[in-house]
């Protein structure tokens, strides 16, 4: 069982820049099939990919709505991977959740290819 601990959230302006941090109680860092991915979920809405990144090479997707502004890197000794999110727009404030998993698909991946998750640190742009 992996245990995820999301922090970073919190309340910014727009034009700010957060960045979030998930640190995982175990990490694949040999398995080349294992991904960390951050996900957010709008009220009412669906969780949607924001961007993963494979923890055994540095393949890495940004999802389109956050291209040219949030970046995701890992420190695999720190069993942890960074969201940094700058040029923050209203429409980013949603609740934002680490997810472990990993598949046969390349990135991205669904989230039922997810199969642990923190509980979520939530960003406001305002």
């Known amino acids: 069982h992996v245990q995820l601990v999301e922090s970073g959230g919190g309340s910014v302006q727009p034009g700010g820049s957060l960045t979030l941090t998930c640190t995982a109680s175990?990490?694949?860092?040999?398995?080349?099939?294992?991904?960390v991915a951050w996900f957010r979920q709008f009220p009412g809405k669906e969780r949607e990919g924001v961007a993963e990144?494979?923890?055994?090479?540095?393949?890495?997707y940004i999802g389109v709505p956050v291209r040219g502004r949030f970046t995701i890197s890992r420190d695999n000794a720190r069993k942890t991977v960074y969201l940094q999110m700058r040029n923050l727009k209203p429409e980013d404030t949603g609740m934002y959740y680490c997810?472990?998993?990993?598949?046969?698909?390349?990135?991205?991946?669904?989230?039922?290819?997810?199969?642990?998750w923190g509980q979520g640190t939530q960003v406001t742009v305002s």
């Open positions: 990144i494979l923890t055994a090479s540095n393949v890495a």
């Open positions: 997810a472990s998993g990993g598949g046969f698909r390349p990135l991205p991946r669904p989230p039922a290819d997810y199969s642990y």
């Open positions: 175990t990490f694949s860092a040999a398995d080349g099939r294992h991904s």
